[in-house]
């Protein structure tokens, strides 16, 4: 097996100083815990930013360089100028909304370009000093988009692969960014470029014609004597080890716990983020209990939103949106014995995640836009007493492989009450049938099948160029 490189924004475990003790925290997002399986059996290396190591004293910063090294992390250390022009400014500020369809959200300015640029240039160094002849690179996100083709220049004939855990947008929502061209020729440096869901796969194919004049041959562009292909992966979950926590005694008792005779639970669990449909989601329960006296008092929406992007401008307002809604809804039904929303800013581990995700009765997923969400196939993966009912988002890459969810159009408020209230009332028989088929899904198209079959492609793809295939 060939060592790989992984390269992504953040490394999976984040760094932070608070009150001058030093925290080393797993990275919140999908894409740190995905890709913490296939690091750990490639015996390879993981090349990213480790949080704010600059504020650490010199004894500590040697210890915790030691700590990464053993764990074959390797750190790209960023400046408070880099943090907030490349990735607060030009990755989140910019790309993230334009690629989840929110372009309200985009700031006027236009200055962190740059920084973006300079940034990725500084990732293919530090990968290119690190590449051994033989070493497969995988390069993942929209962070780093330009990776792939600086680092062709550097190493002609590496094997490059380039995953993006986000929506790839629509081609005429594409063609706003003034960068576009830079971010295509960027894409194209790798071998093979893997999308969650066909869809997306297809708005890139369209971009590369409307804004290169590329025509892309079903899953596969030439250029400059190289192919590159493009793939759909949905990425999966580590799905058998999720279930047998969730499976644990401890899971439920403590999931026994959570619950209260005679009260529904519905559970959100998100990044405090403006694509996940958080407000939307509120709207909805307060819709349901507008309509539904009877319900008024019997159900409660345990609502975990973890804290994220806290200095991008957009985030900031965000939050005091959320907390003014819940306070207006719970204001309105609550009862002397209970509030509809009870909201929680702050993170969770796995087993308190598990139990949460056991002991709910419907788990509402309702992003605006979501390039996979691994939320979805984390609360299937729990349920191993097969029950529960899944609410998702039909704009959510999950829904293209998770059709016995109840699918609704997440701007639909009142779509979004009436699947609550479907899934409240469902019998047992069709929860158990749908959520049998969901696990069916999400066990077998695990993350370690995800990664084997995008490393696989790239693998493939390499032979038949070396077996003479292309010229
Ligand atoms: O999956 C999208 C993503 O942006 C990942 O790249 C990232 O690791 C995760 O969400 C969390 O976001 P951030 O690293 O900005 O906290």
Redesign the pocket.
């Given at each position: 097996m060939s060592r790989i490189l992984l390269v992504?924004?953040?490394l999976p475990v984040?760094v932070k100083v608070e009150h001058g003790e030093v925290l080393v925290t797993r990275?919140?997002?999908?894409?740190?815990t995905g890709m913490k399986g296939p690091h750990e059996r490639s015996g390879g290396l993981w090349l990213g930013y480790p949080g704010d190591i600059a504020r650490l004293a010199p004894d500590q910063r040697t210890a915790l360089e030691a700590r990464l090294e053993e764990l074959r992390y390797v750190p790209l250390h960023l400046s408070s100028g880099e943090v907030s022009r490349y990735?607060e400014g030009f990755?989140?500020g910019v790309l993230?909304p334009l690629f989840h369809y929110l372009l309200d959200r985009i700031p006027l300015g236009d200055r962190d370009w740059e920084s973006y640029r300079r940034v990725n240039e500084r990732f293919a160094e530090l990968v290119a000093a690190h590449y051994r002849e033989g070493d497969v690179v995988w390069v993942?996100?929209?962070?780093l988009m330009l990776v792939p083709g600086m680092l062709r220049k550097k190493i002609p004939n590496a094997r490059i692969g380039f995953f993006l855990?986000?929506p790839f947008p629509s081609a005429e929502v594409f063609r706003i960014l003034p960068w576009r061209a830079q971010i295509l020729e960027g894409l194209l440096g790798a071998d093979l470029v893997g999308f969650h869901t066909l869809s997306y796969m297809r708005h890139f194919a369209s971009a590369l014609l409307l804004v290169l004049g590329f025509e892309a041959d079903v899953d596969r562009i030439y250029t400059e004597g190289r192919e590159v292909r493009l793939g759909a992966f949905p990425m999966g979950i580590d799905a058998a080890a999720l279930s047998t926590l969730a499976g644990s005694a401890e899971v439920e008792a403590e999931a026994q716990a959570i619950r209260q005779p005679g009260q529904h639970i519905l559970l959100g669990i998100d990044?405090l983020d403006y694509t996940k449909g958080i407000p939307r989601r509120l709207l909805a329960i307060e819709r349901l209990l507008e309509r539904e006296p009877s319900l008024r008092g019997k159900l409660r929406l345990v609502q975990v939103t973890v804290p994220?992007?806290t200095n991008v401008e957009a985030y900031q307002g965000f939050r005091s949106q959320v907390d003014e809604l819940v306070g207006r809804i719970n204001g309105a039904y609550a009862t002397v014995h209970s509030v509809p929303i009870h909201s929680m800013y702050r993170s969770f581990n796995e087993r308190q995640l598990a139990s949460l995700y056991r002991a709910a009765d419907v788990m509402i997923v309702t992003p605006l836009r979501d390039?996979?969400n691994l939320v979805a196939k984390e609360f299937v993966a729990s349920r191993t007493d097969e029950d529960g009912v899944l609410v998702l988002s039909e704009l959510a890459g999950a829904a293209s492989e998770l059709g016995d969810a109840l699918v609704v159009n997440p701007y639909d408020i009142g779509e979004v009450a009436a699947a609550i209230k479907r899934a409240l009332v469902m019998p047992e028989a069709e929860r158990r049938t749908r959520m049998q088929n969901l696990r069916r899904r999400v066990l077998q198209n695990d993350v370690h099948g995800w990664a084997r079959s995008f490393l696989e492609t790239l693998e493939e793809q390499n032979e038949s160029m070396s077996a003479g295939g292309l010229a």
């Open positions: 992504s924004n953040r984040t990275s919140p997002g999908g894409l740190a990735y990755s989140n993230w993942h996100d929209y962070q855990h986000i990044r994220s992007r390039g996979m």
